[in-house]
């Protein structure tokens, strides 16, 4: 709270509690993680072009591939808070269970392909 600037009265007119904090965050987080797939697809498309090398189409690929994981890096306190929470405390393990399960309709629906290149699918 003290990066907020914002005093603790102050810092619930906006949240309810600890859980909605944490339930924004990863809201937050889904949407970057949804935009951040676009681009990275969108990227990939543009690089299926027949008259690319194969050589510069690995240099694409592996350039966005790490810019991804850089993207990840920089939020990883926030998905340590997120699981070692889900493992302590029901209320945040619901809070990840949505996490979760928001990502994996966006992925069904987009039509990306899941494990061993076939279509993902949610049971």
Do not use: W
Not at 37 to 56: F, V
Request: with cysteine.
């Amino acid at each position: 709270m003290a990066r907020t600037g914002l005093r603790r009265p102050s810092f619930y007119q906006y949240f309810d509690d600890i859980y909605d904090v944490l339930a924004k965050l990863a809201q937050r987080h889904v949407k970057a993680l949804f935009k951040d797939t676009e681009q990275y697809a969108d990227r990939l498309l543009n690089i299926s072009d027949p008259d690319m090398r194969r050589e510069e189409s690995e240099a694409i690929r592996r350039a966005e591939l790490v810019r991804v994981c850089k993207t990840h890096r920089k939020d990883q306190h926030f998905y340590r808070l997120l699981f070692r929470g889900a493992a302590l405390d029901p209320a945040a393990e619901r809070i990840y269970r949505n996490y979760i399960r928001s990502i994996a309709e966006h992925t069904a629906r987009e039509g990306f392909p899941g494990p061993g290149g076939h279509p993902f699918t949610i049971d």
